[in-house]
């Protein structure tokens, strides 16, 4: 089971650990600058996580231990899932097969207990975000599962590292159509399951409209300061699939495939941050309908894959 | 002694267990003690038994003279049959302890040692159901079984709710038993025997008709959709102990009859495999769905175990196909599957039962919506719920993950593969991810609303914890939970064993160790148990246990009151509104006409759709058109012979 532990896989672990919060940078610089200001540092996000690292925390009085390791639990996770997915390099540290499940689900187990660390707080608020927060989620896990059917199927492995490694190249030859679609879908999962725009606007100021941002709302101090770095590692979770699913080349120069990995990320963090400058948020009875219309698409995509093969 | 001896003595003992207690006083608890004792005893030379089948393998079926003249009935142990006799053996044994202290024969006198009496007939007749080798003896321990719940449903039968639901689980036993008897019927037609034997004619009629009286039949008892009506309402009002029973292996019974039979075609059509899995997946995301609508936290349980017996359906379904489309590994992963799920449910499905028993028993009521804040006062209770709830999600690292992962390994095994006639069953796969998320939705909502926040009612503020009795099966199921989620492997020489003797010859090439990653999830249970604790110390250092607190941040409102906390209907309103057309929620909005309108009422709730909806009307037609008929019976004589008069006349001029 250590075979694949070498130089790569410590290389990988700290990218993982330590690039996450650059890209809530580059999203927030890339509203900036189409909104015509000039915009936070870069890496205000590592100020931010050093800052809320050494304040203290208040905890409300109605909530139980469940509040108080809820962050533990959606870091922890986000933390499994970037080491299942294959960043720079052909294989993930924690390859093997059926690992695709364990991603989806590991995912779900952070979200079980965020939804919970926010209903033990006794707010209507925070009760609000966590239905909202389950209810799409329902919406957004089949369209995911169905991405995960359309490249088993275009690469016939069940390994994320397969799945999103060179095996997919030949599958842009002759799939190419549906991958798009996938990619598409998957996109909208990702601002979905990172609560961007158009499903949720992580800036907003009233809080009877707000998804994530809501359920964390009475957490402070490190504890928050570790559900914003789970969140920035699950954001980069999410990239990293679209940047493998576009681009899953294997040059052979370790140096070279990082560097095209982590500008992949950039830009579809400059694409989060576009679609944030150019659409307003949904009215949340029409997020269904979105989210339902990228099922349709992948649904496509896996009808055209089954027809095909 | 042999395995067979052996269980047939648990089995006997088990039956016997109530009735020392019957005879002795209604006042003590010695008697309850006493068939506890038994139960107990029974079920463990009942694991005698499976450890002799373990060791000394299959042996030739034990035939015995039954009680009608020239008839002999007879028992054997196989690999299926133990996989469902130790979730019987297990849960039953759980259940008998918890009942010590849950329904106490000094507080229940009237109806204890009723209770104690039918649970352990219960317990005799299912072990009986799963070793009987021939239609006689499966119908009459079948029959024991119906009957012994139904008096175990009607417990509280000076409860009119109760007894609505003992009328209606007697009817949909019945009809289940009706359909029994139709498939060994049959059995009896095709083979001229009434041993369990493989088909000797497959695709007749007659064989296609057994096949449809089984699903439907045993799909009756199993919970299958449609046919689940009697199970909310039967769950919710039997003693929580006893519906830990009824949900964690009395279903399976249901699922163990449709397996059963399965072994007996040679060879199954691709459409009755696609047909089962659209069963399953149906079955599963409904009953899901309908829990996330219900405030009486039994009836969402018991909804759950209407999906759980979905994704069950679902790996038979992949079993099936595998056999039909001659791809043993897909049938391999779907029996693993199945059968794991099968005793996951059984496992996680009674600790919740028994979760929920304890609360009703510090609160006094099964609603939710007056529940709220009782892991303060219920620490032990509210940690093993959590257990089973992330378990029943099928969230990792517990159980519910290793069984779902497997039927999910098959699923995309179907993709990978060039066979089109069978792809289309892929669509299970995300079908299954949304019942996961929807599961993940109703037991966050479950757990939160009764343990998390701030209580919702007086007696939620004032509640107890369980007792020990209440607390150590509890304990144990967590923990047997969490071993089979963080060491899979455990189980892994039990499923090679029954995929072998369900697929035949085929399957023993496959090891599930080769099949599964079942070592990597163990790596990633401990890597996820490492990241915990050094989060929990990270914080730990950073002093949250000094932490000063406060009042929840309500934007500056002063005095927030626990009835402004998110309530049961508010959490499910946007996904039963997304479900809205299965679910056909009952909404009553008030109609605001004054200029300051007082003491309005919103009422939502979700009923059964099948039931209310169609069953019920139904047989309300059906009784108005025989209503006709008692025209007949005028009650005066002269008309009587009048009747028998026109008859005789008619008699006569017909011949």
């Known amino acids: 089971m250590f075979e694949n532990l070498s130089i790569y896989t410590l290389v990988h672990i700290v990218v993982a650990l330590v690039f996450p919060p650059f890209l809530l940078g580059v999203i927030n610089r890339v509203k900036a600058i189409v909104g015509g200001r000039r915009g936070q540092p870069l890496l205000q996000t590592y100020f931010d996580l050093r800052k809320l690292f050494s304040k203290d925390s208040v905890f409300s009085e109605t909530t139980t231990w469940v509040f108080r390791f809820g962050p533990v639990v959606s870091l922890t996770t986000a933390f499994v899932a970037v080491m299942i997915v294959p960043l720079g390099e052909a294989n993930a540290p924690l390859a093997f097969t059926g690992d695709l499940i364990l991603l989806a689900y590991v995912l779900g187990l952070g979200r079980f207990f965020t939804m919970a660390a926010a209903l033990d707080t006794g707010s209507a608020f925070e009760g609000m975000g966590s239905a909202r927060e389950a209810t799409y989620a329902c919406l957004a896990e089949p369209v995911m599962f169905l991405g995960l059917l359309v490249l088993a199927r275009v690469t016939g492995t069940l390994s994320m590292s397969g799945l999103l490694g060179t095996g997919l190249l030949e599958g842009w030859g002759g799939a190419a159509a549906s991958l798009i679609l996938i990619m598409v879908s998957w996109f909208i999962v990702l601002l979905v399951e990172n609560s961007r725009v158009p499903f949720d606007d992580p800036n907003t100021h009233l809080e009877l409209t707000m998804i994530h941002e809501v359920m964390v709302l009475d957490h402070s101090g490190p504890a928050f300061g570790l559900i914003l770095y789970g969140a920035a590692i699950k954001l980069f979770v999410f990239a990293a699939l679209i940047v493998r699913l576009a681009l899953p080349i294997h040059t052979g120069y370790a140096a070279l495939d990082w560097s095209i990995f982590l500008a992949g990320t950039v830009v579809v963090a400059m694409l989060i941050g576009l679609v944030e400058s150019i659409m307003a948020r949904l009215r949340l009875p029409s997020i269904p309908n979105l989210l339902v219309g990228a099922g349709v698409l992948s649904l496509f995509s896996m009808i055209l894959v089954l027809v095909k093969l | ?655």
């Open chain 2, 1 to 655: 002694m042999t395995s067979h001896e052996l269980i047939l003595a648990s089995a006997l003992l088990a039956v016997l267990s109530g009735v020392p207690a019957a005879l002795l006083s209604k006042r003590s608890n010695m008697s309850q003690a006493l068939a506890t004792l038994i139960l107990l005893c029974a079920n463990g030379i009942g694991l005698l038994a499976v450890y002799r089948w373990w060791v000394d393998g299959a042996i030739a079926p034990l035939s015995f003279p039954a009680p009608i003249p020239g008839v002999s009935v007879s028992v054997a142990i196989d690999a299926i049959s133990v996989c469902f006799l130790l979730p019987i053996l297990v849960v039953t044994s759980m259940a008998t302890i918890y009942g010590l202290q849950y329904w106490k024969q000094s507080e229940h006198e009237d109806n204890g040692r009723g209770v104690s009496l039918f649970l352990g007939a219960m317990t005799g007749a299912m072990t009986l159901i799963v070793v009987a080798h021939d239609g006689l003896m499966f119908l009459a321990a079948w029959e024991t079984m119906a009957i012994s719940g139904l008096f175990l449903v009607a417990t509280e039968d000076h409860i009119s709710e109760t007894r609505k639901a003992a009328w209606l689980y007697i009817a949909a036993s019945h009809f289940a038993t009706l359909c029994a008897f139709g498939v060994f019927a049959l059995l009896y037609a095709i083979n001229g025997s009434w041993d369990f034997d493989t088909l000797k004619t497959t695709g007749t009629p007659m064989a296609f008709a057994m096949a449809a009286l089984a699903f439907f039949g045993f799909g009756t008892k199993a919970g299958i959709m449609p046919m689940h009506i009697w199970l909310p309402s039967a769950h919710a009002q039997a003693p929580s102990h006893v519906s830990a029973v009824m949900s964690g292996v009395l279903l399976k019974m249901g699922v163990y009859g449709i397996v059963r039979v399965s072994t007996f075609y040679a060879e199954i059509p691709l459409s009755w495999a696609l047909f089962v899995l659209v069963m399953g997946t149906s079955t599963a995301i409904l009953g899901i769905a309908f829990a996330i609508g219900q405030q009486d936290i039994k009836r969402a349980l018991a909804y759950s175990s209407i999906e759980n017996i979905g994704i069950i359906t679902i790996g038979l379904g992949l079993a099936l196909l595998g056999r039909a489309t001659g791809q043993p590994q897909w049938a391999f992963l779907g029996v693993c599957g199945m059968i794991l799920h099968v005793w996951n449910h059984a496992l996680f499905k009674s600790l919740l039962f028994f979760g929920a028993g304890s609360v009703i028993h510090g609160v006094g009521t099964r609603d939710m919506e007056s529940m709220g804040g009782l892991s303060k006062h219920m620490p032990k209770t509210a940690t093993c719920f959590l257990v089973g709830a992330v378990a029943i999600c099928g969230l990792p690292p517990l159980n519910g993950f290793v069984s779902e992962i497997l039927i999910y390994l098959g699923l995309f095994r179907i993709a990978t593969s060039p066979e089109t006639l069978a792809s289309a069953a892929v669509f299970a796969a995300p079908g299954l991810a949304l019942v996961g998320a929807l599961a993940c939705a109703c037991f966050v909502k479950i757990y939160g609303l009764v343990f998390l926040g701030a209580p919702r009612s007086e007696h939620a503020a004032q509640t107890h914890e369980a007792g020990s009795a209440m607390c150590v099966p509890m304990m144990i199921l967590a923990g047997c939970c969490a071993l089979i989620g963080v060491v899979p492997l455990v189980a892994a020489p039990l499923l090679d064993r029954v995929a072998a003797g369900w697929n035949g010859d085929a399957a023993v090439a496959f090891k599930l160790i080769e099949e599964a990653p079942l070592q990597m999830l163990s790596v990633i249970a401990a890597l996820i148990a490492v990241l915990l604790l050094a989060g929990a110390g990270f914080l730990l250092m950073r002093g949250i246990r000094r932490a000063p607190s406060g009042l929840t941040w309500d934007c500056g409102y002063a005095a927030p009151s626990s009835r402004m906390q998110y309530s049961s209907s508010s959490f499910a309103e946007m996904l039963v509104k997304l479900f809205g057309w299965a679910l056909q929620p009952n909404v009553e909005r008030p109609k605001i006409t004054e200029l300051f309108p007082q003491n309005v009422e919103f009422d939502s709730h979700v009923n059964d759709t099948v039931l209310h909806k169609l069953v019920l009307p139904t047989t309300r037609a059906v009784t108005w058109c025989f209503s006709w008929g008692r025209y007949l019976q005028s009650g005066s004589l002269q008309a009587y012979l009048m009747y028998i008069l026109v008859v005789v006349v008619f008699l006569l001029l017909w011949r």
